[in-house]
């Protein structure tokens, strides 16, 4: 089968026009083009004709080059292409090379997908670890996640960086960067930025991460849970996409998981029913336990804090928080986490814990601290990797089943996974290209399942195809 791809994403161009293939490449090219030679732009374009797709085998050695962007054999698909770049990106995590009283890295691998291009205007989007891009006079920032912000810091100087106003006061408070760069940008109004409109809307990620729609017909969604909403939003308005940048975290059909306030919900229940037991004998202590549980939720920086509000209201207690972790919350500002927020940790029953403190070897050396107030310390895991099927059902009988949580110390100390994703599921995805169909899908995650995106693309092909033939 013939198929047309594009030279540096590998995506089917397929489905476009000829001025939309060259559009597309022309993205892609100038993207990495200051990593670049003349030589192999020419090269590239050369091959866009011609490229065609023989095998689907991913695994062929290439030689190694010195970009890993472009210098792919023409037999290469998507996947070959993604790996070469997720290969730059390990290799760029170099140890940082000393010079005079600086640190500075070496210049990393520059996705394609990161500098967006409009007429003659380049802005970069989640770009910072690049040092200065050519001829990119903005700097979009959709989150304050690491992966996004990475490479910001005090000693930023490359340009002006717009952001939601949430992200601006973090990016501020915690990256120390001269707020004379920070441009705050408010949700839902429509901007203008060096000729270019832009539209920030909420990307239902993490607190203040947003979606970015450029010029009404670019959408990039940074980190995001599509839901309803945002697809009313966005019809509200009528946007045709030319373009989507998309958050292809769960590419991939078998990625199920429920609604956040299912999970939310039963995450309550579960605590409330775990406190509301009748009361254990404690051996070591030689006396009957006080039912009273202690909860630790496990977050990042920022994010999945509303499980823990909801766990907080249904054992009407209040949440505590490291002073670190506080000032963060108080920044972002939303009232619904920082008014459940406790002065001591006594009087909490809640904890906000880094992600990597909530599992039964970082708990077990605590618990005997802990047995003295608690009859049993629950640590809630909050991740979308762990629901692989929809077989099983989230809901309270399935959380009280044994092989729901791993346990030490008799069950005192337990701990759960479960499904509570900030990033949409496959149907979710699938849903959202549906009702927002665009013809040129560009994944900001992963390289698995390029065929789905394709068939996608096509689909928004079709549906934008009718639209036209109504005029
Ligand atoms: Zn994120
Ligand atoms: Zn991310």
């Known amino acids: 089968m013939e198929a047309v791809s594009c030279p540096i994403c590998s995506v089917s161009l397929k489905l476009l026009s000829e001025r939309e293939r060259e559009e597309h490449c022309d993205i892609c090219l100038d993207s990495c083009s200051f990593l670049e030679t003349n030589q192999n732009r020419k090269r590239a374009f050369s091959e866009l004709e011609e490229i065609t797709i023989t095998s689907t085998s991913t ?26 770049i997720l290969k730059g990106k390990e290799a760029s995590v170099d140890s940082p090379v000393k010079t005079g009283n600086n640190f500075i890295s070496k210049q990393r691998q520059m996705p394609f997908y990161k500098v967006l291009r409009f007429g003659e205007q380049k802005i970069a989007v989640d770009a910072f670890n690049y040092n200065k891009i050519p001829n990119v006079t903005a700097y979009f920032l959709t989150h304050f996640h690491s992966d996004h912000y990475g490479g910001l810091g005090k000693t ?24 004379q760069y920070i441009h705050p940008v408010e949700f839902n109004k429509e901007v203008e930025i060096n000729n270019i409109k832009v539209l920030f809307l909420d990307a239902n990620h993490c607190p203040g991460a947003a979606i970015i729609l450029f010029n009404r017909d670019v959408l990039h969604t940074g980190d995001f849970r599509a839901s309803e909403d945002l697809i009313i939003e966005l019809k509200k308005h009528r946007v045709q996409l030319k373009t989507l940048y998309l958050d292809t975290t769960y590419l991939d059909p078998s990625r199920k998981f429920p609604p956040q ?71 972002i500002g939303d009232n619904q986490i920082t008014d459940i927020l406790g002065e001591t940790e006594n009087e909490c029953q809640v904890y906000l814990t880094y992600m990597n403190e909530v599992n039964l070897a970082k708990m077990k050396p605590r618990w005997n601290k802990w047995r003295n107030s608690y009859s049993q310390v629950i640590g809630i895991v909050p991740t979308g990797w762990t629901w692989k099927s929809s077989a099983q059902k989230f809901d309270l009988e399935t959380l009280k089943n044994k092989n729901a949580y791993t346990s030490a110390d008799q069950g005192s100390i337990r701990v759960y996974k479960v499904p509570y994703s900030e990033h949409s599921s496959y149907a979710e995805l699938e849903n959202f290209c549906h009702e927002i169909p665009c013809r040129n899908i560009i994944s900001t995650v992963t390289s698995k399942n390029q065929n789905i995106l394709q068939q996608w693309q096509k689909q928004g092909k079709a549906k934008s195809d009718t639209k036209s033939s109504h005029h």
Do not use: M
């Open 59 to 84: 695994n062929e050695n290439h030689s190694p080059s010195s970009n890993g962007l472009i210098k792919q054999p023409r037999t290469a698909v998507n996947n070959s292409k993604w790996a070469s």
């Open 156 to 179: 930023w100087s490359h340009g002006p960086i717009y952001c939601s106003p949430e992200t601006a006061r973090l990016v501020i408070l915690q990256l120390k960067v001269d707020p």
């Open 261 to 331: 306030q299912t999970v939310i919900d039963t995450c309550a229940q579960l605590c409330s029913y775990l406190q509301s037991r009748p009361a254990r004998y404690d051996f070591f202590f030689q006396r009957n336990l006080k039912q009273k549980i202690l909860v630790l939720v496990g977050t990042y920086t920022i994010g999945k804090e509303r499980i823990a509000v909801g766990i907080a209201k249904a054992l009407n207690t209040k949440i505590w928080a490291a002073p670190s972790k506080r000032k963060i919350l108080e920044a």
